[in-house]
């Protein structure tokens, strides 16, 4: 770095962002925040780990990304206490690289593990700031995850997310369910926790023309859009599948299954042992491009999301995705879902594959109801749920920690225009101031 980028470096604030379940900017939620920190004038670092093909270092977008060689795929208790141990050491190793080339001014730690406190509580001696980003409450995920959670785990982990929040400066919470458990649990302050939604930028991920091939032939098309893990139910769709092709007779729908995870080669197996590898499209890991193409062509999507502690407190990505391009929801009734698409969605009884291809089968049916609850969705996200309206919530936490004024003011591009003209002015003024798939 030559000392004009030394000098442009300590001129503006410095926020470190830990994030360990996803490679950034492969995580979109993350991927946003970084852009709309720098967008606002901060200078921004990741330290997340290696997607395939990545290299350990890169600049994308002015913000600096370190990676790490990810764990292998860890089961049980176990094999879930070593990743945390060895990603926490990982983090460690390229926090002194971080801090090396230009001072960290505050950390964002995004979840799961509730263990980076450990971390960023030495530092807040130093002035430094932790903002802790709660993207799954633990404890339920625990609960939603294991057949049968024990008890002393379940302790530990509410501990681990109690002495989080008691270290945190400033929680930022997905969403208002995700707050209460903050006020209520971490018994934080009420102006101590933001809540910045997760939403899709509207002016960005919008619907374009179908492309019918990738309907293989079929009338309808159905699209599941995200990770593949025990708790997110993707097995339904599958059933779902076999339930309408094979049992009611419907040779006139296609099914989609963009992303990866966990499960994925199970999922593979069901699909072959059920008989369905002609009416299921396996894509692996999904693009902009692709989910653009996928979503525009798609009849229905799917948030087959089974109800249990985690999910039902949950905002599913994927759910505002496909609100965003117009397409109608078909989702098991659950709090938080019912909170984002409202009537968007039609909600099956939690947890009944039968249920779920009724409501699928009814919306297949029904040209008309579709159009106009993609209208809906849309019109709903844009007005409240996009990631325009949280950016200016999220910058203005940075902002208020650091004493900067913050403008309320979104522009028609989705850059936070309020957030960045205050951010310009107070990079002037203090001379010592300092992401998806």
Known sequence: MDVGSLTESRAMRHV????????VPLDRRVW???LALVDAGYRVSVICPRGEGDPDFEVLERVHIHKYDPPPPSKGIKGFAWEFAYCLAQTVRLMRRVGRVAPIDAI???????TFFLLAAPLKLRGVRFIFDQHDLCPELYESRFERPRRIVHRLLTLLEWATYRTADHVISTNDSFRQVALRRGRRRSQDVTVVRSGPKAAVMVRGEPEPELRMGRAHLCVYLGVMGPQDG???VI?????LVHRRGRSDVHFALLGFGDCYDSLRALTTELGLEDHITFTGRADDMMIKRYLSTANVGLSPDPKNPMNDLSTMNKTLEYMAHELPVAAFDLHETRVSAGGAAVYARPNEVLSFADAVEALLD???RREQMGRSGRKRLEESLS?????VDYVGVYNRIFGRATGR???SGGAVSGARQAASGAAAAEPGSSGRP
Do not use: G, K
């Open 108 to 114: 964002q730690a995004c979840n799961p593990p509730d």
């Open 409 to 411: 003011t979104v522009c």
């Open 239 to 243: 059933r779902l599948a076999d339930e």
């Open 366 to 368: 029904d040209p008309v």
């Open 234 to 236: 993707v097995d339904v």
């Open 32 to 34: 946003m925040e970084c």
């Open 387 to 391: 990631w325009e309206n949280s950016a």
């Open 16 to 23: 470190l962002i830990i994030v360990q379940n996803l490679p």
